[in-house]
Every structure is written in structure tokens, then in C-alpha cells.
T-cell receptor, first 114, second 117 residues
Framework: AAGVIQSPRHLIKEKRETATLKCYPIPRHDTVYWYQQGPGQDPQFLISFYEKMQSDKGSIPDRFSAQQFSDYHSELNMSSLELGDSALYFC?????????????FGPGTRLTVT | AQKVTQAQTEISVVEKEDVTLDCVYETRDTTYYLFWYKQPPSGELVFLIRRNSFDEQNEISGRYSWNFQKSTSSFNFTITASQVVDSAVYFCALRPNYGGSQGNLIFGKGTKLSVKP
């Protein structure tokens, strides 16, 4: 079965650079979520989109922005990178927005900021 | 406040032992959903189970079983006859369902399970 695809899988950037992470949801899934997991931490919700509109916002820094495109893929744009942005970034997708739908996670993008 | 507490930071067992991972949640919502995810050393998050707040029936799937008790706000996870491949970090998560909003997952801090041969 098709899964959530994230690219790139690994990314190394320097401080103050920008980064773009991409997420391709499971086919027919209309909702995308972004989470950030720091080393040894639990995943923290950043932002979500339903039918190409932002649906919920968590602890996403102002330096980050995201959008969902017409083909339902999503991109997380990160500017002025800081050392503290080094983390595993997960994208998850679900079909529908009611609370009961499972969120299926992608393999994650490991971002290292040096 | 919405919160998930996994009091056990790390658990170490020997293969074939049974192990229970505890999860206690807090929410004011009457409708909510609880999840367990497994994160092996490779890093991906693997969905294990979803339970809604109206369904307190316990569930068994192979060596895995889940005990949901609303009276104590707990959703515990038991692995029977543990195996080395069960070694991972296990996250319990809560998803409120307030007013049809697109609720995100609220994770506990995770329990790192090490199963030794």
C-alpha cells in the first residue's frame, strides 16, 4: 500500500539558510499535518491543512510557513534556520478531519543545522 | 487542558517477558480519540491502534493488547511474550474532537522499551 512520502530524507543546512521540506500524502487523503520532533522529545504539532486550507496551527515559528497545493502535497518552508531547528520533521496524512481518522506518518526528514 | 502522561521513561525486559506501558490522559472533551504509535530506532512512527472515547472494549491483536478505562483516564498497552523486535519508543497520543475542529495529536513523552535476548 502507498505510504506518505517525504523528501528529502536528510538535509544539512547552515545557520540562517532556508530549507524546504516536501510531503506527498497517501492517495485520496485530503489532510496533511506537520510535526517536529527534537532529539529525545515527543513530536510537536506545527500546522495542518485540509483541502488546501490551513486548518489548525500549533507551535510553528514565524520563520516557518507551509502550504498545501492542488494535488494535496504540502511544503514546509523554513527560513533563517537556527541550531535549535535541528530535528526530525514528520508529515502525516489522513482522510477527513474528524478526530477519529488515523494519521499515517511519513518516514520523516532529518534536518541538521550547523 | 489536554495532556498525555507516560510516567515510564524507560523499561528494560528480557525476551518472552510480558510488559505493560502506562498512559494517562487529561481532557475536558467528551469525545476524543486515543492512539498508540511505535517508533523503532529507524525513526518512523508506526500506527498501532486507535480507540474512541465511547468504546471501552479492550482490544487484542496478536501479542498486543490495550486496556482502556475511562474511570481512571488510562489507556495502557501490554505486550505479551516480548521479542527483541519490540524494542522501540512507544508513544501514546490524544486527539480531541472539539466542535469538529481538525484536532492534532497530543503526544506523551514516550516510553523507551528495550527487550534483551
Amino acid at each position: 500500500a502507498a505510504g506518505v512520502i517525504q523528501s528529502p530524507r536528510h538535509l544539512i543546512k547552515e545557520k540562517r539558510e532556508t530549507a524546504t521540506l516536501k510531503c506527498y500524502p497517501i492517495p485520496r487523503h485530503d489532510t496533511v499535518y506537520w510535526y517536529q520532533q527534537g532529539p529525545g522529545q515527543d513530536p510537536q504539532f506545527l500546522i495542518s491543512f485540509y483541502e488546501k486550507m490551513q486548518s489548525d496551527k500549533g507551535s510553528i515559528p514565524d520563520r516557518f510557513s507551509a502550504q498545501q497545493f492542488s494535488d494535496y502535497h504540502s511544503e514546509l518552508n523554513m527560513s533563517s534556520l537556527e541550531l535549535g531547528d535541528s530535528a526530525l520533521y514528520f508529515c502525516a496524512s489522513s482522510f477527513g478531519v474528524a478526530g477519529g481518522y488515523e494519521q499515517y506518518f511519513g518516514p520523516g526528514t532529518r534536518l541538521t543545522v550547523t | 487542558a489536554q495532556k498525555v502522561t507516560q510516567a515510564q521513561t524507560e523499561i528494560s525486559v528480557v525476551e518472552k517477558e510480558d510488559v505493560t506501558l502506562d498512559c494517562v490522559y487529561e481532557t475536558r472533551d467528551t469525545t476524543y480519540y486515543l492512539f498508540w504509535y511505535k517508533q523503532p530506532p529507524s525513526g518512523e512512527l508506526v500506527f498501532l491502534i486507535r480507540r474512541n472515547s465511547f468504546d471501552e472494549q479492550n482490544e487484542i491483536s496478536g501479542r498486543y493488547s490495550w486496556n482502556f478505562q475511562k474511570s481512571t483516564s488510562s489507556f495502557n498497552f501490554t505486550i505479551t511474550a516480548s521479542q527483541v523486535v519490540d524494542s522501540a519508543v512507544y508513544f501514546c497520543a490524544l486527539r480531541p474532537n472539539y466542535g469538529g475542529s481538525q484536532g492534532n495529536l497530543i503526544f506523551g513523552k514516550g516510553t523507551k522499551l528495550s527487550v534483551k535476548p
